[in-house]
């Protein structure tokens, strides 16, 4: 197992870590809070947030697949690896959404700016189908 993976030996458990962000979303000001399931697993949360700029919706996937092999090598695993690895990816979750906010409240950045990457808009961006146009000088 790869150790230089943070909280790779996290001991929250996958509900906590997911109501934990909850919460943490909604004492910041987040509105309709989702977690996505498959097969009775979470596997991303959304939210939308008021900015500047309007209502914007965020998605943080969990890509548990990915956080198993740069953990384990394999998507293959047995029970506790594989839930060690959830844990890992969700409390790693927190503790991004946690960071941000705190960068956020102290005014070293905007909502917008730091967390872009995880909005739908982001990747309509990314291919191609929307252009920004330049500002007026």
């Known amino acids: 197992m790869r ?10 458990t996958l509900n906590k870590s997911v109501s934990e962000t909850q919460n943490l979303l909604a004492s910041k000001g987040a ?43 394999t998507q293959s695993l047995n029970k506790r690896d594989s839930e060690q690895a959830k844990r890992t990816a969700w409390k790693n979750i ?3 959404i946690d960071a941000q906010m705190a960068f956020i409240e102290t005014e070293q950045t905007s909502l917008e700016q730091l967390m872009l990457g995880f909005s739908p808009v982001y990747k309509i961006f990314k291919s191609g189908k929307l252009q920004l146009k330049a500002g007026d000088k």
Do not use: C, H
């Open 94 to 96: 927190y503790d991004l």
């Open 31 to 73: 509105e309709k809070i989702m977690v996505d399931y498959q097969g009775g697993e979470p596997v991303s949360i959304s939210f939308t947030i008021r900015t500047s700029m309007g209502v914007i919706p965020f998605v943080f996937p969990a890509r548990i697949k990915k956080v198993m092999i740069k953990m384990f090598g």
């Open 3 to 12: 150790k230089n993976i943070k909280n790779y030996t996290s001991g929250w």
